[in-house]
């Protein structure tokens, strides 16, 4: 059996290659979480034992209740709520706090959804510049506060900012920028949709007011799922609940959350998060391990005459992004297959999530790779670049 149906193919690029695509393998899914996308796939299955008060966040069959609890309790904060994904997440916070004029503090590294996030709410991005190692530091975004004031007169309504971005995968000054935003009274959202999930993450170590998480990029989760955390003193407002009340029917709402549309994340994606749950607090503990591997490969990877790495080095995360201009790069410049024979040769070694035809910048990611996989990809790196004729540094 090849299809589905007439016109969608199997996919089975876990089982049949080495995926180093730079989005995918944080989702991947668990063996349950492929179970719980089985048994609740169909539209409302977790209503079946939904009781007053009716919400999502409060059913108990399954234990959706304590899941959210024991989320909160995980991500060391107060209160946690699923989303259809980390952008549905910065749109709640967002939406809540920002108003038309109002300025948001983000990292010239943002994710463009935390740009949306901000326009659908008539909010201004201020970017905070790199320094010169690409890196959002707690000094930088005092500065661009300052500057804010300056310019608008009034302090920004939210600093965002990704501990680690989607660019470089490398770290920011999370820690020193809660502190900034404490002394200037600004909430600040650490925006954790490459953390979550994969290593430890507490908030109030960090000193976020909230934490966004995604479910599709690293909690082992389908899309769309997301994670949305806050502290008690911010989850009034974040996760107010409805006061509207018809003018015919004089009907309400009860406790239906405005953000949330009520309920959020229903069926199979919720219960698959669940279902990963047990996994995930067991592979946050072993980051290292997958920080170890990345570092590996990255020295196999420089040996390769031309290579560089654009990312920070030492590695502190998985994603990267490396520059092969003068390795690959060369030779795709006279190859009849241009940058495609690069991903030719990688996909005769069964290796496959490399953006196809480029060779100048790219980006991998190496998460959940076995140690053999790691030695066979820097294996498979040095080989093409031995056939070509590219010289490898001992
Ligand atoms: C992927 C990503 C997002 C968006 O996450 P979704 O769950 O798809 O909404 C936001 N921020 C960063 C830094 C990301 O890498």
């Not at 650490?190 to 993450?201: H, Q």
């Not at 067991?282 to 196999?300: G, Q, S, T």
Request: aromatic share 10%; with cysteine; glycine share 8%.
């Amino acid at each position: 059996m090849r299809n589905i149906i007439d016109d969608i193919e199997i996919r089975a690029r876990e089982e049949l290659f080495i995926n180093i695509h730079p989005i995918q393998p944080g989702g991947r899914l668990t063996p349950e979480a492929m179970k719980a996308m089985i048994a609740y796939g169909d539209g409302y299955s977790t209503c079946d034992w939904c009781r007053k008060p009716f919400r999502l966040d409060k059913i108990k069959r399954p234990p959706i209740e304590e899941f959210h609890i024991e989320l909160a309790e995980f991500l060391g904060m107060d209160q946690a709520r699923v989303v259809p994904g980390a952008r549905r997440g910065f749109q709640a916070v967002v939406s809540s706090l920002v108003e038309k004029g109002d300025s948001v503090i983000v990292s010239s590294l943002a994710h463009y959804t935390e740009f949306l996030a901000v326009e659908d709410a008539g909010g201004i991005v201020k970017e905070v510049p790199l320094n010169e190692k690409n890196i959002v530091t707690a000094e930088a975004t005092a500065r661009k506060i300052e500057e804010v004031k300056k310019e608008t007169g009034k302090l920004p309504k939210l600093i965002m900012i990704d501990h680690f971005d989607y660019m470089f995968g490398n770290e920011h000054d999370v820690y020193g920028i809660a502190k900034v935003a404490k002394e200037y009274d600004i909430p600040f959202l650490c925006n954790c949709a490459y953390s979550i999930g994969v290593m430890p993450i507490n908030g109030k170590e960090i000193g976020a007011d909230f934490l966004v998480g995604s479910g599709h990029k690293s909690f082992a989760s389908p899309a769309p799922s997301g994670i949305v955390a806050s502290t008690k003193e911010w989850a009034d407002i974040v996760f107010r609940t409805t006061q509207m009340i018809g003018d015919v029917t004089k009907r309400k709402f009860g406790i239906k959350e405005v953000e949330m549309l009520g309920c959020t994340l229903m069926g199979a994606n919720l219960i698959a998060m669940m279902a990963s749950f047990p996994a995930i607090k067991e592979r946050v503990k072993h980051w290292d391990e997958e920080v170890r591997k990345i570092n590996y490969l990255m020295d196999e990877f420089l040996k390769i005459e031309g290579n560089k790495v654009l990312s920070e080095m030492p590695r502190k995360h998985t994603l990267t992004k490396v520059d092969t201009t003068e390795s690959f790069d060369k030779i795709a410049r006279t190859h009849k297959r241009r940058g495609f024979f690069f991903s030719d040769e990688l996909r005769d070694r069964k290796i496959v999530g490399e953006f196809a035809g480029a060779t100048r910048t790219w980006k991998l990611n190496t998460y959940g790779l076995t140690w053999d996989q790691i030695r066979y990809l820097a294996q498979a790196f040095q080989d093409i670049a031995k056939k070509y004729g590219i010289n490898i540094i001992k």
